[in-house]
């Protein structure tokens, strides 16, 4: 078996084809890791979340790290991120009788929508309740936040035969 | 989709029959989440690794997070450990020529040998270098430290349609 570190390339593609990672938060010097769903872009990482301890430990110290890996039958890939949490806050429902190109979004709702638009696309959803979404807008998922990491560093290794 | 806190049983049962989990680390309040393979056993996690960062890391902090799941088509289990890293010291050579049970070997190398009958069961192993091990005496790996996760606390929850 031989290693090699990846290139920041290798590491994004990882990353795009990649639904589920694992994150890590720290609180009082401990840490806690949970399994999420999230989409790569614009140099972060966008999931989203029900209430609870992971995204209570975030707000408190934004400091993050997302793993992601790819473990085949005569290798691995596994892929670490730096990162620091950001709440995406809400914004103004989009108004659906409008064209989208039309309407004049804050930025924080570009974003929202972004993060949307990406996660949209997975078929399968981690967290509870969100198979209720469906095609829904996001305006319609009240109890679920949406969040950015904004990325700090990115590293991976490789394994091959 | 449901979601139920999984009882004990229910996640020592996940932690048994998994041999793949992602170990997060903090240094500085700042996470680090790895993959590792690893074997359950009293009341335990026991895994190896070759020196590096999350050695370190632990070393310095002893506080860890192992996460384990399992995800399905129609659902997923995912079980969180909290517990404390503790080196497994380096013991002196078993005596093949002597039958285990005549041997008086100290504790601490009855958790390593331990240690190893558990993870010489994975036909895969994570780390590099690893394979050449086979089915060697643990006193083969020199490179390899091996360590505990003492399990402080266990807490899992469940998905199901």
Redesign the interface.
Known sequence: ???KEMTRPECVALLKSTR?G?????RD???????IHFAFGDNAIFSFSLPGKKVEWMRE?P?????V?D?GGDG?K?V?V?GLFEDLPRAPEVDNTIPAVDQQLPKSNHDREFAWSLLQKHANW?E????NLGGATPAISGSHLFYRIKIEAISGRQ?FQ
């Open positions: 078996m031989n290693i589920l694992r994150l890590a938060c720290v010097n401990r840490p806690y890791v949970v399994p110290n400091h993050v790290c997302l793993q890996d473990v691995w596994s670490v730096d981690w509870p309740g969100a198979l394994a």
